[in-house]
């Protein structure tokens, strides 16, 4: 691994002349660097990179960041980003030289330890990244880092657990100005999300900047409310993950700078538009269609409620306490569009742990139903019952396990007859959901107990045996709102089971069967 030692010479010259000053027109510079390979036994991230890339869209959409003064590096190493941030600090000198203000933004997304960024192979000490941002000759400052540790489905991000990551004003340099975010605390992980298809601490950054952490409404939002926001909502979700809470952490020494906007969403709606959310639920944007990536979104909570975006569609998921709503919206440009729920569509959360790739990794619950199945033995009534038991939904099989009672009568000149089974039996289906139904193909397996009773003026004790069912099903359900769903399904099985023959011994039957099943449920 090679450390980005750059002379200490070239870091002095970058910083020579470093001084805030108020000029007639303010230029904006970002550098953003995102990377999913970190050093040697770093387990790699899946969306440092696609972070990297929601912050440089919303700084250029929304911040007023124009092309040229911005800089995107996606896995590079960190003497390249050295040297893009030396280089920028020479074009802001140049701006203070001609009377110019200049405010500079720096995000890094990756792997990190308490000494430097993993960025690739080339590690960048974190004492010199803070050096060339603090002693940038620009007015205003801002250093976001999103980094720590490394895991699973919700990843942490970086290597291993090691001493405090540390982030802090250098005595030696001006703070004037100056606002240092990170992801988390010293000893904490920043964690990653496959839902949000990133971390969870950009998502609500870039979500605040896009007009969520608007507090005031003065179509301004502020590093202050960007940070507020992020920091209330990555709490709240980190929460609800195994790895546990995740705390963001900023110092701002701002000495008379005031809220300091870093975009402005009053405005979009000119180039591009704004969507307003209702309240009630919390809404995710996706760009395109489902498949997109995600754009921003909208706490159940929050206060302000409109999104500055690009015109264009967009998929919208939004959760209720118990299902899902999702529908395409089309934003035109300088469009205000007035988001109605009646525009979605609800998907029950079983549809949503089959599709997979989600933040929901299966549905659950009871049902219960009637049955009828063909007759074991010629001249007898069709088995009539009922069934109930418990199935999970997961995205490629549904699991069910049931247990069922039916009855069979038979009846003649001197004899009646019942037949009562009471069976357990386990089955799995793939199912495919269509647009009103989902249709199901399976196997299933099972035991029952048959008794057999018989009322005649002559001798026929009754008899208990044991059976034994193989079968295939083909079936189809309606889900209806809040988790219910109606079904039915056809069982065409082989029951294998004890019968008498006419000599008095038992022999194994086999008789093929045909069970049709009607019943709801209820899926959690």
Same mark, same amino acid.
């Given at each position: 691994?090679?450390?980005?030692?750059?002379?200490?010479?070239?870091?002095?010259?970058?910083?020579?002349?470093?001084?805030?000053?108020?000029?007639?027109?303010?230029?904006?510079?970002?550098?953003?660097?995102?990377?999913?390979?970190?050093?040697?036994?770093?387990?790699?991230?899946?969306?440092?990179?696609?972070?990297?890339?929601?912050?440089?869209?919303?700084?250029?959409?929304?911040?007023?960041?124009?092309?040229?003064?911005?800089?995107?590096?996606?896995?590079?190493?960190?003497?390249?980003?050295?040297?893009?941030?030396?280089?920028?600090?020479?074009?802001?000198?140049?701006?203070?030289?001609?009377g110019r203000d200049a405010i500079l933004f720096v995000y890094y997304s990756g792997h990190a330890d308490n000494q430097a960024l993993h960025a690739g192979a080339e590690l960048l000490e974190?004492?010199?990244?803070?050096?060339?941002?603090?002693?940038?000759?620009?007015?205003?400052?801002?250093?976001?880092?999103?980094?720590?540790?490394?895991?699973?489905?919700?990843?942490?991000?970086?290597?291993?657990?090691?001493?405090?990551?540390?982030?802090?004003?250098?005595?030696?340099?001006?703070?004037?100005?100056?606002?240092?975010?990170?992801?988390?605390?010293?000893?904490?992980?920043?964690?990653?999300?496959?839902?949000?298809?990133?971390?969870?601490?950009?998502?609500?950054?870039?979500?605040?900047?896009?007009?969520?952490?608007?507090?005031?409404?003065?179509?301004?939002?502020?590093?202050?409310?960007?940070?507020?926001?992020?920091?209330?909502?990555?709490?709240?979700?980190?929460?609800?993950?195994?790895?546990?809470?995740?705390?963001?952490?900023?110092?701002?020494?701002?000495?008379?700078?005031?809220?300091?906007?870093?975009?402005?969403?009053?405005?979009?709606?000119?180039?591009?538009?704004?969507?307003?959310?209702?309240?009630?639920?919390?809404?995710?944007?996706?760009?395109?269609?489902?498949?997109?990536?995600?754009?921003?979104?909208?706490?159940?909570?929050?206060?302000?409620?409109?999104?500055?975006?690009?015109?264009?569609?967009?998929?919208?998921?939004?959760?209720?306490?118990?299902?899902?709503?999702?529908?395409?919206?089309?934003?035109?440009?300088?469009?205000?569009?007035?988001?109605?729920?009646?525009?979605?569509?609800?998907?029950?959360?079983?549809?949503?742990?089959?599709?997979?790739?989600?933040?929901?990794?299966?549905?659950?619950?009871?049902?219960?139903?009637?049955?009828?199945?063909?007759?074991?033995?010629?001249?007898?009534?069709?088995?009539?019952?009922?069934?109930?038991?418990?199935?999970?939904?997961?995205?490629?099989?549904?699991?069910?396990?049931?247990?069922?009672?039916?009855?069979?009568?038979?009846?003649?000149?001197?004899?009646?007859?019942?037949?009562?089974?009471?069976?357990?039996?386990?089955?799995?289906?793939?199912?495919?959901?269509?647009?009103?139904?989902?249709? =199901? @193909? $399976?196997? !299933?397996? *099972? #035991? /029952?107990?048959?008794?057999? %009773?018989?009322?005649?003026? &002559?001798?026929?004790?009754?008899?208990? =045996? @044991? $059976?034994? !069912?193989? *079968? #295939? /099903?083909?079936?189809?359900? %309606?889900?209806?709102?809040? &988790?219910?769903?109606?079904?039915?399904?056809?069982? $065409?099985?082989?029951?294998?089971?004890?019968?008498?023959?006419?000599?008095?011994?038992?022999?194994?039957?086999?008789?093929?069967?045909?069970?049709?099943?009607?019943?709801?449920?209820?899926?959690?």
């Amino acid at each position: 691994m090679k450390r980005a030692g750059l002379p200490w010479i070239a870091l002095a010259f970058a910083l020579w002349t470093a001084s805030p000053r108020a000029g007639a027109q303010t230029q904006r510079y970002a550098v953003i660097a995102g990377n999913d390979v970190g050093a040697a036994g770093d387990v790699p991230l899946r969306f440092a990179e696609a972070d990297a890339q929601k912050v440089h869209d919303v700084l250029g959409g929304l911040g007023e960041f124009l092309p040229e003064n911005v800089v995107l590096l996606q896995g590079r190493g960190g003497a390249e980003l050295a040297r893009v941030l030396i280089a920028m600090n020479a074009r802001i000198r140049a701006d203070a030289t001609a009377g110019r203000d200049a405010i500079l933004f720096v995000y890094y997304s990756g792997h990190a330890d308490n000494q430097a960024l993993h960025a690739g192979a080339e590690l960048l000490e974190l004492e010199l990244l803070q050096r060339l941002v603090q002693g940038s000759s620009a007015s205003f400052r801002v250093l976001v880092l999103d980094a720590c540790r490394s895991g699973s489905l919700t990843r942490v991000k970086g290597a291993q657990k090691t001493a405090p990551f540390p982030v802090l004003l250098d005595d030696q340099l001006s703070g004037e100005g100056v606002a240092v975010l990170t992801s988390s605390t010293s000893d904490e992980d920043a964690q990653e999300s496959d839902a949000l298809r990133g971390s969870f601490f950009t998502h609500f950054f870039v979500s605040g900047l896009r007009g969520a952490a608007d507090r005031n409404g003065d179509g301004g939002v502020s590093v202050e409310e960007a940070y507020g926001y992020a920091y209330q909502h990555t709490l709240r979700a980190s929460s609800q993950t195994l790895h546990g809470l995740q705390h963001p952490t900023f110092r701002f020494d701002l000495k008379g700078k005031g809220a300091v906007p870093l975009t402005w969403v009053s405005a979009r709606a000119g180039r591009g538009g704004r969507i307003e959310f209702p309240p009630g639920h919390a809404y995710v944007l996706f760009a395109g269609d489902e498949q997109g990536p995600v754009v921003a979104e909208v706490g159940e909570h929050d206060r302000r409620r409109v999104l500055a975006l690009d015109p264009g569609p967009y998929f919208v998921r939004a959760r209720a306490s118990d299902h899902l709503l999702e529908g395409l919206v089309e934003l035109g440009r300088g469009q205000t569009l007035q988001l109605q729920q009646s525009q979605l569509e609800p998907v029950e959360y079983a549809r949503l742990a089959r599709k997979g790739g989600t933040e929901r990794a299966q549905a659950h619950g009871p049902w219960i139903a009637y049955q009828l199945r063909t007759p074991l033995w010629s001249g007898a009534s069709a088995c009539q019952g009922a069934r109930a038991g418990y199935s999970v939904a997961l995205p490629e099989v549904t699991l069910s396990a049931g247990l069922g009672a039916c009855r069979s009568l038979f009846e003649n000149a001197v004899l009646d007859a019942r037949a009562d089974e009471l069976g357990l039996e386990i089955a799995a289906a793939h199912v495919w959901d269509l647009s009103a139904l989902s249709l =199901s @193909l $399976g196997a !299933a397996g *099972g #035991a /029952s107990w048959l008794r057999q %009773r018989f009322d005649t003026s &002559g001798r026929a004790p009754g008899r208990d =045996s @044991l $059976g034994l !069912a193989l *079968g #295939a /099903s083909l079936g189809a359900a %309606r889900e209806l709102s809040h &988790g219910y769903q109606l079904f039915a399904e056809a069982y $065409g099985h082989v029951m294998f089971f004890e019968q008498s023959g006419a000599d008095g011994s038992d022999d194994v039957r086999a008789k093929p069967a045909l069970r049709l099943t009607l019943g709801a449920g209820k899926l959690f």
